[in-house]
């Protein structure tokens, strides 16, 4: 491999690494934000059934809002995991070409893997350097633990809206 090269890849590794943290950084961006929402939507309609007099009404349409938000909240999560996926394969890759997987150990005995690998996932992906089977979201994750978070706001939801209905009809 040329030196020009070399530096190219270097400056496709850097800009790999940009690219998996503002994937890392957008997904928690928009988590927060979600949250967020589907929280004020959850207390906000719960209120609204404790006025004197209650409003079911609208509570209901509050917590329906509040289903819809929760599980697009669960879709978007799931696409930015996707992103994050891509963008860490190309890093690996990158450093794969570099040869960051078998850096000479300052031993002299063996090599190394330099590697960045601050995650599970990361850690047991090796390069694909072809295109990898698309893979669901690993258990275990915090994508996973993040997309259960909006999958119980959404029956909590749905939840509030049957107690709201049922008032509405209990007038």
């Not at 690494?17 to 906000?44: I, M, P, Q, S």
């Amino acid at each position: 491999m040329t030196s020009g090269q070399q530096d190219e890849l270097r400056e496709l590794l850097r800009l790999a690494v940009e690219e998996y943290r503002f994937n890392v950084t957008l997904a928690w961006d928009r988590t927060k934000h979600y949250t967020t929402v589907t929280v004020t939507l959850l207390a906000g309609s719960l209120g609204l059934l404790k006025l004197e007099p209650p409003r079911p009404e609208v509570a209901a349409l509050g917590f329906a809002c509040g289903v819809l938000v929760s599980l697009f909240a669960t879709s978007v999560v799931r696409k930015g995991h996707e992103y994050y996926r891509n963008a860490r394969r190309v890093k690996t890759d990158v450093e794969t070409l570099l040869g960051r997987d078998r850096f000479p150990h300052p031993s002299g005995q063996g090599v190394v893997d330099l590697r960045l690998s601050v995650t599970k996932g990361m850690a047991e992906e090796a390069s694909s350097m072809t295109a990898m089977p698309a893979r669901g979201i690993r258990g275990g994750s915090i994508s996973r633990y993040t997309v259960a978070m909006f999958e119980m706001f959404a029956v909590l939801h749905f939840g509030g809206l049957v107690i709201a209905g049922a008032n509405f009809l209990g007038r």
